[in-house]
């Protein structure tokens, strides 16, 4: 969500014109969820961005009347999984040293800040038609940046130039986005976020459950994901090794 938070912004304000390079992230496209001091949204230049983990139900309703257009960005759970774990556990307001086999019967469950997964994609998915959407995948993003920014141009009807393109393409690789601290969340304070543990934005790799998950709990998470979203027609890259091999 980070990241196509500063891609968008990148998009609209044309690789940072205006001076947008020395404003956060959370101030150029906002969060509609979380209090910043009284914002006034309405005063916001058109066209206003903003930022949502809601599930569907909980947003503005006028959206359902395609009164606005949203970009909805799903990672394969897995890694979802493994990123939440590492984020819950520099986040002061979570229960702190949380160990990683009861993180992910929680986060499997539902029983994690945000609700289920599960829930939230088939709920997005689902009730698409109520809205003017665009899906995107992160897996996707990593494998071919330029062409999802592209993708996202279109969608939202702005028209840049190669060279604008290329800018936009640069400044939102991972790199760029670890190394910008207003657009990797430097700024949050110590009660939200504990930077001696880690940094907001980690690795940004496809496939890293690898690294967390035993066969036992990826087999029984493959279950589970067969139970709750075996009949949609979502398709998941799950390693893009694995995928570039194949």
């Not at 986040?91 to 289920?116: D, Q």
């Amino acid at each position: 969500t980070v990241w196509t938070q500063q891609i968008v912004s990148l998009i609209v304000n044309e690789g940072h014109r205006n001076g947008t390079e020395h404003v956060e992230n959370i101030l150029r496209v906002p969060w509609i969820e979380y209090e910043l001091g009284n914002a006034d949204f309405k005063s916001r230049p058109s066209p206003r961005l903003f930022t949502s983990h809601l599930p569907y139900y909980l947003m503005p309703k006028d959206l359902r009347f395609r009164m606005g257009k949203i970009i909805y960005v799903y990672r394969n759970p897995k890694d979802v999984l493994v990123s939440y774990y590492h984020f819950y556990n520099l986040n002061p307001k979570f229960k702190s040293g949380i160990n990683w086999e009861i993180f992910t019967e929680r986060f499997i469950s539902g029983k994690v800040f945000g609700g289920s997964w599960f829930d939230h994609v088939r709920g997005w998915y689902t009730h698409k038609e109520d809205f003017n959407i665009l899906f995107v995948t992160y897996e996707e993003m990593k494998k071919d940046l330029r062409s999802a920014v592209l993708k996202i141009c279109k969608f939202v009807g702005i028209t840049l130039n190669e060279k604008a393109i290329d800018i936009v393409v640069e400044k939102a690789t991972f790199k760029n986005m670890k190394d910008d601290p207003l657009a990797n969340y430097k700024f949050l304070t110590s009660d939200s976020i504990d930077h001696s543990k880690g940094d907001f934005v980690r690795k940004g790799i496809v496939g890293d459950w690898k690294n967390m998950m035993t066969v036992a709990q990826s087999e029984m998470f493959d279950k589970v994901y067969k139970e709750k979203m075996g009949d949609l027609p979502i398709t998941f890259v799950w390693d893009l090794n694995e995928e570039d091999a194949s």
